[in-house]
């Protein structure tokens, strides 16, 4: 299904970027900086020289309300300065787990190429929870093979254990997706998704609110953050240092010769754990999807830029 990636090439995100994110930093700032104002107590002592309200009555007071920030509109006017090749589709969505505030980019559905071996461990792992089992030495293995390297083989066997594409629809509908359908027959790599559904995917693994037990979501996580060194980009453009955990899909479409390029996981940026999802098709090289994608990653992440990081 996939064919082994080239070299990374440099993401496409233009000088332009760090003036859109300057420029949502001025227009909405940090979030300390538009603090609203604390409710005036009716108990308060009135001012020298004022008079009380009558008895019985309450002191009319006019909250303020905090600004909101339409995260939608900032990640549109920072993909602005991405370079999108004619002929190519992308979308982003990114999500910020402390706050639960997100924001998605582009229309229309993809093929999820690789990214798709998430919710097959996903699949195998609530239907383990189900049968009150571990998984087995056998299933282990071929997760890790399939997490960390991407291995097709082992992915079209724990596909085949789920029950394919009604196991794998059953089990995103517990875990909230409504917009991903599974591959015909052993095609999982032409499951349709959107990045609004990958998000939601990335919560129920990196959340704790999920469908999946802790245990779970440990797994793979961890599996997520062992990625074979020659598949080290994607999302992880956008991190800081090594925070990160990501699984990348690429897959040529033989009937036009043009690749699907996508790119899933969670990045720490600014003291931030954020959950981001790019995908992409219609990149006439693999190496010009890769810089696509990681351009709209970065993208993504300046979304959150100058706000206030949460503290610990």
């Not at 064919?3 to 979030?31: E, N, Q």
């Not at 082992?154 to 196991?167: K, Q, T, V």
């Not at 240092?241 to 897959?251: E, F, I, R, V």
Request: negative net charge.
């Amino acid at each position: 299904m996939e064919s082994p990636p080239r070299r990374r090439a440099r993401p496409l995100l233009r000088g332009a970027l760090a003036a859109v994110v300057v420029l949502g930093g001025t227009a909405y700032g940090s979030s300390g900086a538009h603090r609203a104002a604390g409710p005036v107590s009716s108990s308060s002592a009135p001012a020298s020289g004022s008079a009380s309200p009558p008895a019985g009555e309450e002191a009319s007071v006019e909250r303020v309300a905090r600004p909101t920030v339409d995260r939608d509109a900032v990640l549109a006017r920072a993909m602005r300065a991405v370079d999108v090749p004619d002929g190519a589709r992308v979308s982003v969505g990114v999500l910020d787990l402390a706050s639960g505030e997100s924001a998605t980019f582009g229309e229309g559905s993809f093929d999820t190429a690789s990214v798709v071996k998430v919710d097959i461990l996903a699949a195998l792992l609530l239907r383990a929870q189900d049968e009150g089992r571990r998984l087995t030495p056998t299933e282990r293995a071929d997760a890790a093979a399939m997490i960390e390297h991407s291995d097709n083989a082992s992915a079209s066997r724990l596909w085949r254990a789920i029950g394919a594409a009604a196991g794998l629809d059953a089990a995103n509908e517990r875990f909230g997706l409504t917009d991903t359908e599974g591959g015909d027959g052993m095609l999982w790599g032409l499951t349709r998704t959107t990045a609004a559904d990958r998000l939601r995917l990335l919560r129920q693994v990196f959340g704790e609110e999920s469908e999946l037990e802790a245990a779970s979501r440990a797994y793979v996580r961890t599996l997520m953050g062992r990625i074979a060194q020659g598949q080290h980009w994607g999302v992880s453009a956008a991190a800081d240092g090594s925070g990160w955990a990501l699984k990348n899909g690429w897959l040529p479409r033989t009937a036009t010769g043009l690749w699907d390029v996508n790119s899933v996981g969670r990045v720490m940026s600014g003291g931030r754990e954020l959950l981001v999802a790019v995908l992409s098709d219609g990149d006439t090289t693999q190496g010009r999807g890769i810089s696509l994608v990681e351009a709209a990653a970065v993208a993504a992440v300046s979304v959150f830029a100058g706000d206030d990081a949460p503290s610990e």
